[in-house]
């Protein structure tokens, strides 16, 4: 790639570096993948090699249908040819500027990523279907290699402490920034814009790095992450049962999915904003869940209609331990359990559901959920208890018949050893257990 690239030349510790643009073109043609620029050993190259994920195919998706398309910048390291950096001397206002210019590559150089491998192996995916990306640009950092022990090693500490200390997008991120994402969506759009929906306002939420609520917290109904997921299992349902039927799923399936890529097409959903209609309709379905909820506990209106400073402090709390539907772990497999139960039974109106669910047992002094789920020696929940264990135990306390035999057995096999239930369970039936 003989070119000159108009760049800012920075420093930051040892590491003397260049920022620039790149055309997808010239990363396609010019941009390697590591091969033995950081190990001389050839098997820890390919575990190099082998990091390389199919997430490229994600990008590639990404850059070919999302318009508002926008990468962070890729750090290139550039070795061998005879780069040079040609300064340009600017004066503004009376100061003299040396920090801009241009950086001279004589095309013999070799450029490989030290940080954006898969954002590399995207942009080539992407130009191979869609040629007339060739011109968008991407900003990247050029920075020196050298071909040394003492070279690669200097490498290889970089590459680490890009790739190594890289955090994910975290959960409570998603839920206040995602466009794309329905579930994100729908539950700013709780938070913010239902006035009628009061449950989630102000203190009702909890805004925490995870979905636990401190043991000190006597005001929130949930957290952030916990409506957000719980809403990502309504958006599933919405998927299932009206997206995938519906006209527009064949053309976002033909767009976004990849039969190659064998992933569940859901994951896509999330990923790539559907049209507005559609978001439009999941947004009601969501209020209308939620209303219907709140419609038909008393324990989650006389929350809402309290006075108490503290007015959680009944349905949480470490002397009888409350409301299952107050704890982050009750509550999304308690939204799990009613969307199975209206699948299962052909019921059009989630009111329909939650008459079902009105008058089964919820406080944890009680069973099935004392010493099972709530340990009322300790006052603790017990979180290592799967959430299918709860989704279970719902559905079996609304209708004996509704779950199969296989997850009957289980379910009394779970509950006989949290109980420590030393007789035969061949000789006795989960509703006898219960009752025992």
Known sequence: ????????????????????????????????????????????????????????????NYILNQEERFFNSIVLAVYDGDPNWIEVELENEGELFFDLGFLSLSGDEKIFPVDGQHRVEGIKAALEEDPNLKSEKISVIFIGHESTPKGMQKSRRLFNALNRYAKPVSLNDIVALDEDDASAISTRYLIEDIESISLFKEDRLI?????????????????????????SALLKYYYTEVFKPSEEYNGFKKKYCNNKERKNNFDKFIKFRPSNETIENFLTLNEVYWKEFIN???????????NDPEPARPYRNRED???????????????????????KKNINLFSEVFSAFKNIEYNLNQKPWINSVWNAHSGNMETSIPKTYIRDMLLFLVDQEFLNEARINKLKEKYADKISYEGTLNDITLQELLDS
Not at 208 to 231: C, D, E, H
Not at 321 to 343: C, S, W
């Open 1 to 60: 790639m003989k070119k000159k690239i108009p760049a800012i030349k920075a420093k930051i510790g040892d590491w003397i570096y260049y920022t620039g643009a790149l055309t997808f073109e010239d990363v396609a043609n010019h941009v390697k993948r590591i091969d033995d620029e950081l190990h001389s050993s050839s098997s820890l190259n390919e575990a190099i090699q082998r990091s390389l994920t199919d997430n490229y195919l994600s990008i590639k």
């Open 321 to 343: 331990g409350g409301n299952i539907l107050f704890r982050p772990i009750g509550i999304l497999p308690f939204v799990e359990a009613t969307l199975e139960y209206k699948l």
């Open 207 to 231: 805004h925490a790095k995870q979905k636990a609520l401190p043991v000190t917290n006597k005001k929130a109904f949930t957290s952030l992450i916990t409506l957000y997921q719980s809403n």
């Open 296 to 306: 038909y506990f008393e324990s989650i209106q006389s929350f809402i209609d309290s």
